[in-house]
């Protein structure tokens, strides 16, 4: 079964620390996706990675870091720099960056700041 | 910069009635593409159709149907039939050549929350 898993579903910070949101696909794309959703807010961009080793920068990086050291997998950690990290964090992936290319979205990570 | 508005938090709809959702987009690419996305509320992200800018008919799936003006830059999803399982988050999307310098990537509005009621 093709699809992109993301773990854990709920996942609790204290303020301070820094926590890692997993994300694998197994569909053989190129192109991985972080993106923030707010409520209200739609979803913003946090990083992308184009290819395995090379990611860069989306709208609201600050905060956030990332890794592609392998092809189907695409980590976001949130570190203690983000202010306002209690959020649902989406993970998503596509065969290339087409402008006809659809992506594909794994099941959420809801973050919550306790 | 590319953007994506969509002006309608909320639609209410009448189970089996037809309900359009609003969405118009500024981008200076010269092709692009757009996309509308369903998000119920277990949060997975559901793709429903596409349309190419140069695409010369307006793209169909199913109940799904994509108004698509390209001078006046809008983008509107049409649902036929409402079902009541069509109540959930709608979003816009778009993706071009260049996108404020993150090539190809997806942009998004805020969304539409659409209630179909029985």
Redesign the interface.
Known sequence: DGGITQSPKYLFRKEGQNVTLSCEQNLNHD?M?W?RQDP??????IY?S?IVNDF?K??IAEGYSVSREKKESFPLTVTSAQKNPTA?Y?C?SSI?????????????T?LTVV | AQKITQTQPGMFVQEKEAVTLDCTYDTSDPSYGLFWYKQPSSGEMIFLIYQGSYDQQNATEGRYSLNFQKARKSANLVISASQLGDSAMYFCAMRGLVLGGSQGNLIFGKGTKLSVKP
């Not at chain 1, 209200?40 to 961009?45: E, P």
């Open positions: 192109a996706y993106y209200g807010q739609g979803l913003r961009l992308y184009q860069q989306g709208d649902f989406l998503a290339d960056t087409g402008i006809g290319t659809e992506a594909f979205f794994g099941q959420g809801r």
